[in-house]
């Protein structure tokens, strides 16, 4: 291979158009990629080829093939900045494969840091590859639909409708089921059971703090979290205050970018992270609190995404310096509202966007053990994804699943009688997998219940309890394969 | 300096002279199945080179094969067209050992990694080659067994590698290294027949090929069933981490400690840069600036090591220690550990790049030794690194460089050799664990006279008639090293433009 092979079209893509620079041409200095930030080539010279992010890679437990590891996907960005491979399906699939999920960063002793990497490529992707068609449009389409909350209640009340309709169950009994293609099913599979009364509940603007306030928080509401976990958002308002904060969540909050960011899609980013820190501009808040993980390790991003911006430089790093997981800011007070027990045996799952991407996994942990009867088990082989990965488990739902079934194996091996993560993403999709019923909660949700003095895990485990519909109990053999045969 | 004897360079096969063709393609994808073949050039260039990057060849193919059968046909159809194979494991050895060759093919072991079977009772388990070192520790974790071999890079290293370089580490001071502890093979040898080597007692009758199997650095065939022996968990674990003013002050403690009749678990060394490396990679609690720090473990039985683990410390005040810390718990052993593991690894966070080594010298001469590796360092103006397995007088010099600066690499390669060979010149041997690889074939005359080589090309060929498993690893050929095999020559792979450096 030389440098002279290396000659690939440029994307024409108009809804993937950039609007932060024309993008020049490749094989200018940068191989296959253009000059806007293509992987550094000291942050790809820090990796010393050792293999110890190996093990921890979701994609390189599933096939065991260097160009699907870190290391090899790092080995990849340094023949693309030399130019020495083509800028093709080959080259592309071999990071459209990555979940992000930064399982690498936490293992690499030479501290290599990934995650800058891969969020260099992915926007260089986009600019300069051309998808199949089928592809282009499955990613516009929910790109249309998630990070926008009102298109996605419509979508909603249609879908509550269609699984009480009956069409669905028609649509399970026959073959048809099976000719949808993948990506469908993975949609129609992952979609959260609505609850049409809590599609309409929104966040008060202002929450006042029960009893002294100790700090004055803003919120973010999350755009599929508002939609569809609103009681998430409830609760986390409701424990906030109850330890002394005052909650300002402002309307006019939007998507804050996190899914955008992930596929690559930076300019429609970094319009949503500079539209987000407006909204807060006029909240005067000692903190900003996000309880989804994918949300939060964007917002704490913003810095280092508008670095170029000297309109916003400054003030999303600001802004990123605020930002909290709703579990770090209850770890930092000392706990004044009272505790009721909560009885019962609690996985936690490590979200990878909280652990990986946060290094946020003592502070959750250790709000739920401020809760009296619970006892809180870690899950075997807690480092590596659940498959859920934003929009990973939509765009590429055949490694998706699998990984979704083994970690429910994990899950399994603990044998609780519930689960807790921080992130909805890893809730669907532990629970698309999950072959009975098993309560699952945001840790705040398990927190407020405790300070309100019910007990969720006992309602759960009583007859008529809180159980899943029929539908949702899945044909999926719980166990996969054959151990250690991914 | 030695010359080849006749009879070597007889033993030599000529290079094989087998492509990979579009039929051998084909067939190979009908013996794997499609998904376990790799023949796009980006993928196959990610399997040019393992953990020792300054060699890189780009194989033809590479084949990821499932189970035993699949080796066995792959390395028949290798055998038939006379195609030059070489095995991979997690490519994390540092001798270039599965630096794969010129058009030639790489069977990746990484999809065999089951755990076929655990027999508790007579502590034994059976494995495919690909799952890691410590992967079958946590397998049988339950049980309270675990496999003793631990290498530093045991989270990610598979037990066929392990085999193929016979592996050590920190605790292979008192346990042994992994030969002491695989019972039996599968294996399949060079043209493709499936045969078991050893057996599940420890000591088979008849001469035993497995052990010539273990430390041949996949030169022999490829291993793809291992019944590993497993040991229980000790009744108890003390560690202490002894800080000293000076190299000799910690080597004399060593040979005391040693001298007193104790077996530790292990003893591991390491120095100022070495514990910089690795404070900021993990903060293991070790001292910074501290010029060298003795790790001391010791396992067995608790009256015993309670005793014992008093006349450790006892010694290292004798040797004038400045700091004693004492693991007070299993999470703060496991820091300790933590921190001395990631040592190379995290030796990117001090220099851009860096050359391991991998010598031994009698444990008497640690503290001179360790004087003179200062000395060539200052010379060369390059600065070394030691983390070493000093119980058993294991060096690990890591000589520091950076490669975007013209020459230096060449300068630090030089230096890395200098010091193994010094290593020699002590009394020691080019390699502890890491093996020969493709990085010291030509440094073998230094250890081995003409009647040594002679007898491992014998054995080689008796294997391998055709040359064809890992051709171009261990042993020094002319075409490798030239007619009178010396350490200070480019290699000639090099200068053909076939390999590369970075
Ligand atoms: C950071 C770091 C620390 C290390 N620390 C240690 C240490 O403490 N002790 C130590 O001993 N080593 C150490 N090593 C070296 C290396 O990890 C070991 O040599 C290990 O055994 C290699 O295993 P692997 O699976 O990566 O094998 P590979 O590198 O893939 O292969 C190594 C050799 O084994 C052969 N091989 C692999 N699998 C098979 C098979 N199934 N059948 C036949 N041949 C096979 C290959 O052809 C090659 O010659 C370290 C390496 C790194 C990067
Ligand atoms: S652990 Fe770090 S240095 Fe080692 S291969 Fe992975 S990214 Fe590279
Ligand atoms: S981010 Fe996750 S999937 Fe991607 S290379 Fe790292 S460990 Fe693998």
Redesign the pocket.
């Known amino acids: 291979m030389t440098a002279g092979e290396t000659g690939h079209e440029t994307s024409r893509d108009e809804d993937l158009r950039l609007t932060v620079a024309p993008p020049p041409a490749g094989g200018d200095g940068a191989g296959l990629f253009d000059l806007h930030h293509p992987p550094s080539a000291e942050l790809i010279s820090d990796c010393v080829h050792?293999?110890?992010c190996l093990p921890t890679c979701p994609t390189y437990a599933l096939w065991g093939e260097e160009m699907d590891s870190p290391r090899g996907r790092i080995y990849l960005m340094k023949l693309g900045r030399e130019g020495a491979v083509a800028l093709d399906d080959t080259y592309v699939q071999h990071f459209d494969a990555c979940l992000g999920c930064m399982a690498c960063v936490t293992a690499c002793p030479s501290g290599v840091q990934y995650d800058k990497l891969i969020e260099a490529v992915r926007p260089q992707l986009e600019r300069h590859h051309r998808r199949e068609r089928h592809d282009r449009l499955f990613r516009a389409a929910v790109f249309a639909l998630f990070p926008h909350p009102g298109r996605l209640r419509v979508a909603a009340v249609l879908g509550a409708a269609y699984q009480r309709s009956g069409a669905r169950r028609l649509l399970h009994r026959g073959r048809l089921w099976s000719l949808l293609p993948d990506r469908l099913q993975a949609v129609e599979e992952l979609m959260p059971p609505a609850r049409l009364r809590r599609l309409a509940a929104r966040t008060p603007e202002v929450t006042p703090a029960v009893g002294t306030r100790r700090r004055r928080v803003g919120f973010l509401t999350g755009c599929v979290q508002r939609v569809f976990f609103a009681d998430v958002n409830a609760a986390t308002v409701r424990v906030l205050a109850a330890e002394g904060c005052e909650v300002v969540a402002p309307r006019a909050q939007r998507c804050c970018g996190a899914l955008s960011e992930h596929a690559g899609r930076e300019p429609e980013a970094l319009a949503r992270a500079r539209r987000l820190i407006d909204v807060f501009a006029a909240t005067d808040v000692d903190a900003i609190v996000a309880n989804v993980a994918g949300c939060g390790s964007t917002l704490k991003e913003y810095g280092r995404l508008l670095r170029d911006d000297p309109a916003y430089a400054e003030r999303a790093a600001d802004f990123s310096a605020k930002v909290r997981d709703v579990s770090e800011l209850l770890a930092e007070l000392e706990p004044v509202a009272p505790r009721h027990p909560v009885e019962g045996r609690l996985a936690y799952h490590d979200a990878c966007h909280l652990g990986h991407a946060q290094g946020v996994r003592a502070q959750p942990r250790a709000v739920l053990r401020t809760i009296p009867g619970l006892q809180v088990t870690d899950i075997p082989e807690a480092e590596i994804c659940c498959g859920s990965a934003g929009i990973y488990n939509l765009v590429q739902p055949g490694p998706a699943g699998e990984l979704g079934r083994r970690k429910v194996e994990k899950v399994l091996s603990v044998a609780p009688d519930a689960l807790a993560t921080a992130n909805p993403g890893c809730l669907l999709q532990i629970r698309r997998y999950w072959p009975g019923d098993l309560p699952m909660f945001h840790p705040v949700e398990l927190l407020d219940a405790s300070i309100r003095g019910v007990d969720p895990i006992a309602a759960a485990r009583a007859p008529g309890g809180r159980r899943r519909p029929p539908w949702l109990r899945r044909r999926h053999e719980a166990r996969t394969a054959e151990p250690g045969r991914f | 300096m030695t010359t080849y004897a006749g009879e070597y360079l007889d033993l030599l096969p000529e290079p094989p002279a087998g492509r990979v063709t579009a039929a051998f393609r084909a067939d190979v994808a009908r013996a794997v199945g499609p998904g376990g073949l790799i023949t796009e050039p980006a993928q196959l260039r990610t399997y040019e080179c393992?953990?020792l990057t300054g060699y890189r060849v780009t194989p033809a193919l590479v084949v990821l094969p499932a189970t035993t059968e699949e080796v066995a046909a792959v390395v028949r159809l290798c055998a038939r067209d006379g195609v030059p194979f070489?095995?991979?494991?997690?490519?994390?050895?540092?001798s270039g050992?599965?630096l794969p060759v010129a058009d030639g093919i790489v069977i990746g072991?990484a999809r065999m990694r089951a755990v076929l079977s655990v027999d508790v009772d007579d502590q034994r388990a059976v494995v495919q080659?690909g799952v890691t070192n410590a992967g079958i520790s946590a397998a049988v974790a339950p049980h309270d067994l675990y496999f003793a071999p631990d290498?530093?890079?045991q989270v990610?290293?598979?037990i066929?590698?392990?085999?193929?370089?016979n592996?050590?580490?920190?605790h292979c001071l008192k346990y042994g290294f992994t030969t002491n502890h695989v019972l039996a093979l599968t294996f399949v040898t060079a043209d493709g027949d499936v045969v078991q080597l050893g057996g599940d007692a420890p000591d088979p009758v008849g001469p035993d090929l497995r052990a010539v199997v273990l430390g041949s650095?996949?030169?022999l065939?490829?291993?793809?069933e291992i019944t590993v022996r497993l040991l229980r968990r000790p009744e108890a674990v003390r560690t202490l981490v002894a800080d000293f003013a000076d190299a000799e002050d910690a080597g004399n403690a060593v040979s005391d400690i040693v001298a007193a009749g104790i077996v530790p678990a292990a003893v591991e060394m390491l120095d100022e840069l070495a514990i910089d490396a690795c404070e900021r990679a993990v903060q293991a609690g070790y001292t910074p600036g501290c010029p060298a720090a003795l790790v001391v473990e010791l396992d067995g039985v608790a009256a015993e090591v309670e005793d014992e683990f008093e006349r450790v410390q006892e010694i290292c005040r004798r040797n004038r220690t400045t700091h004693v810390r004492i693991a007070a718990d299993p999470e703060e052993r496991a820091r300790v550990w933590k921190g001395r593991k990631a040592a190379?690894?995290a030796m990117g966070r001090i220099s851009p790049d860096y050359f391991?080594q991998d010598g031994v010298i009698p444990r008497t001469r640690l503290g001179s030794t360790l004087t003179r590796i200062r000395q060539m360092s200052e010379q060369a103006g390059l600065r070394v690194a030691n983390v070493f397995h000093a119980g058993d007088g294991n060096l690990h010099p890591l000589v520091l460089y950076d490669g975007a600066v013209p020459g230096e690499a060449e300068r630090a390669e030089h230096l890395a050799t200098a010091i193994v060979e010094l290593c020699v010149e002590q009394g020691g041997s080019i390699t502890g664990?890491?093996?020969v690889?493709s990085d010291k074939a030509c440094s073998m005359p230094k250890m081995f006279g003409p009647d040594d080589l002679t007898v491992m090309a014998r054995v080689r060929a008796a294997f391998d008639p055709q040359g064809i498993c890992?051709p171009g690893?261990v042993l020094p050929t002319p075409r490798l090293c030239g007619e009178r095999p010396g350490p200070h020559r480019p290699h000639p792979l090099e200068a053909a433009g076939v390999i590369e450096r970075l």
Request: aromatic share 4%.
């Open positions: 050792c293999g110890f | 393992d953990g070489v095995a991979r494991g997690a490519g994390t050895g540092l050992g599965a072991l080659p290498p530093s890079s990610v290293c598979t066929g590698g392990n085999v193929a370089e592996s050590g580490g920190a650095e996949g030169t065939g490829v291993v793809t190379f690894a391991v664990e890491h093996g690889g890992n690893k």
